[in-house]
């Protein structure tokens, strides 16, 4: 196994404005809370001396708040890569709560009718492969250095059970990847390596609305 050491950290953005909790998906206009841009500013704290060479970031808003600080720490600029973007999902702007909200009306049931694929939004095959594709694209740009790539909850935990072999269908309480966490991906070369995952700014419920 040769070839230089890239690490690629997959970060989630921080906490955002939702007074409503529906689930917010990819509509525009949802930026951090308060609070999320603490988180923001804490990760950007815990990776200022780390070799960051290229900070990427999903179109969406709170991804793009979630990297500034980061950036601004290594004197980058923020690149977006679409492949970062959260999840496709038929329940956006709906509350999503189990036994209320859209779950509780039979209209919608037929969107659950496949929980493997799933049936209700982005298949997860093609979510880890948009993915893949996004961090190795961060991986070139800082070949023997390391990069950021922010995104959201559902697309780097898909991506996390695909290289790591799991099936992707999986119960959502269960995540492990918290708000403004870190899951990092080790590449000796063009060979994923190891995998580390650290929460700089602390635990969440991975049930959380939103993502």
Known sequence: MTGPRTVVHLLRHGEVHNPTGILYGRLPGFHLSDKGRDQAEIVAKA?????????????????????????????????????????ENAFEGKTVSVGSGALSSP???????????????????????????????????????????????????????????????????????????????????TELTQLRYTEPAGASDPGQTGA
């Open 107 to 189: 209209r919608y049931w037929p969107l659950l009718r496949d929980p493997f694929t799933p049936s209700w939004g982005e298949p997860y095959l093609r979510i880890a492969h948009r993915m893949l594709a996004a961090v190795h694209r961060a991986r070139e740009l800082a070949e023997g250095h390391e990069a950021v790539c922010v995104s959201h909850q559902l697309p780097i935990w898909t991506l996390r059970r695909f290289v790591t072999g799991q099936r992707l269908w999986h119960d959502p309480r269960r995540r492990q990847c918290a708000l403004a966490s870190v899951t990092s991906l080790v590449f000796t070369g």
């Open 47 to 87: 990776l200022a001396d780390v070799d960051v060479t290229a900070v990427l970031a999903s179109p969406l808003q709170r991804a793009q708040e979630t990297a500034m600080p980061l950036a601004a720490v290594h004197g980058l600029e923020v690149r977006t890569d679409d492949g970062l973007l959260e999840a």
